[in-house]
């Protein structure tokens, strides 16, 4: 099966700018994440959808950061404006989600962005 | 929020066993412990996930000692690709939890 895609896998912005990162989860899993990863340090929940639900959005910096998964498949994670700080690799990862247990997710490649 | 604690790096040789031990003192009732293995410019993947007790897969071992406050990874005969930064995590079942990754344990593997 294919695995999470994310695109662009790089991207260079200049500070105050916008910018827009897309991911396509595995075909039939619920449950997306995104995550923020600066280096030397292990991935950081920054919000989780059941569906096209947002149920864990406790660490999106909300006056900055948005999401949406409108069809409850694609997502698209956007950052206006961003600041130096930014500069990070942002994953996606999905997993089957629901029921009683914890699923594995599975993880895109990323995409690291560089704020100048 | 069950808080992960594990060593910063280990080193190893090719062919040898490594044990990457995890506490987690506070793990709730409901928690799982699993882990994930991340090289560079790559996404974590994962490796094993458990419970209580011994878990074998085709990669590594999970031992969990009956009061579940810490967990081994065990790999057997490392190689030089088993070089790359694995994380413990615990999380609760259901959706309802946060997922914590930690900083991770960096292996290298020496020839």
């Known amino acids: 099966e294919a695995g999470v895609v994310q695109s662009p896998r790089y991207k260079i912005i200049e500070k105050k700018q916008p910018v827009a990162f897309w991911c396509n989860p595995i075909?039939?899993?619920?449950?997306l994440y995104w995550y923020l990863q600066n280096l030397g340090q292990g991935p950081e929940l920054l919000i989780r959808?059941?569906?096209?639900?947002?149920?864990?959005d406790s660490q999106l910096p909300k006056d900055r950061f948005s999401a949406e998964r409108l069809k409850g498949v694609d997502s698209t994670l956007k950052i206006q404006p961003a600041e130096l700080g930014d500069s990070a690799v942002y994953l996606c990862a999905s997993s089957r989600g629901g029921g009683s247990s914890y699923n594995e997710q599975f993880f895109g490649p990323g995409t690291r962005l560089t704020v100048l | 929020l069950a808080k992960t604690t594990q060593p910063i790096s280990m080193d190893s040789y090719e062919g040898q066993e490594v044990n990457i031990t995890c506490s987690h003192n506070n793990i709730a009732t409901n928690d799982y412990i699993t882990w994930y293995q991340q090289f560079p410019s790559q996404g974590p993947r994962f490796i094993i996930q458990?419970?209580?007790t011994k878990v074998t897969n085709e990669v590594a071992s999970l031992f969990i000692p009956a009061d579940r406050k810490s967990s081994t990874l065990s790999l057997p005969r490392v190689s030089l690709s088993d070089t790359a930064v694995y994380y413990c995590l615990v999380a609760a079942k259901g959706s309802a939890r946060q997922l914590t990754f930690g900083s991770g344990t960096q292996l290298t593997v020496l020839p």
């Open positions: 959808y059941e569906n096209e639900e947002a149920v864990d």
């Open positions: 075909s039939g899993h619920n449950t």
């Open positions: 458990g419970y209580k």
